[in-house]
């Protein structure tokens, strides 16, 4: 299968990943996004596991939600908490 930019595949030994569409290629690999949210290299040397897919079978990967602290996180820089100053050391005495 010549493999090219923007082509919709699936991989005929990993059907789990489902299809993917190539986003990158050059001599050596191709990168691919697969439905199930993984960019995979695919090196050269297995093109011919690649087989073409429908396009419209190609469903891009659902964005993560960000995980955050919970409830409460404003977003706000936290604010300084002052700290207590050090005493100064004794001034030495003079005889």
Do not use: C, N
Not at 55 to 65: E, H
Request: no cysteine.
């Amino acid at each position: 299968m010549i493999v090219k930019r923007g082509s919709v595949v699936s991989h005929a030994l990993a059907q789990q990943w489902g299809t993917g569409k190539v986003v990158e290629v050059d001599e050596v690999r191709a990168t691919i996004r697969f439905s199930d949210g993984t960019v995979r290299k695919i090196i050269s040397s297995h093109f011919d596991d690649l087989h073409p897919a429908d396009p419209a079978s190609y469903l891009p990967p659902v964005k993560k939600t960000q995980k955050g602290r919970g409830k409460g996180r404003t977003g706000l820089p936290r604010a300084k908490t002052p700290r207590p100053k050090k005493a100064a050391a004794p001034a030495p005495v003079q005889p």
